[in-house]
């Protein structure tokens, strides 16, 4: 069982940063793929990016160049450095673990566990 909480959402203007955190429960994290996805209101829930736990790291095209997942093992911890932020980023962010996605690390039904959400708004 892995337990997710994600934290650092909040309102920035167009062209601010944010970083997002999430701890992870559990002794066997970096055993995980790792993912971020983002639901806007009345949309699906998207991928954003992903890790898995040989730490190749995966982007959805729109937010190439401008994002960076990251993990630390040590600390059970997975972030997302989001830079250059435009309106359309504007959504409620997800972490999530999956044992073994695989070629699916992409998709959220290849993950097992997911976390609360966090809020990003961002201000044109």
């Known amino acids: 069982q892995v337990q997710l909480v994600e934290s650092g959402g909040g309102l920035v203007q167009a062209g601010g940063s944010l970083r997002l955190s999430c701890a992870a429960s559990g002794r066997t994290f970096s055993a995980y793929a790792m993912g971020w996805f983002r639901q806007a209101p009345g949309k699906e829930r998207d991928f954003v990016a992903a890790?898995?736990?040989?730490?190749?790291?995966y982007y959805a095209d729109s937010v190439k160049g401008r994002f960076t997942i990251s993990r630390d093992n040590a600390k059970n911890t997975l972030f997302l450095q989001m830079n250059s932020l435009k309106p359309e980023d504007t959504a409620v962010y997800y972490c999530a673990a999956g044992s073994s996605p695989g070629r699916r690390i992409g998709v959220s039904f290849a993950y097992d566990y997911w976390g609360q959400g966090t809020q990003v708004t961002v201000s044109s």
């Open positions: 890790i898995s736990s040989g730490l190749t790291t």
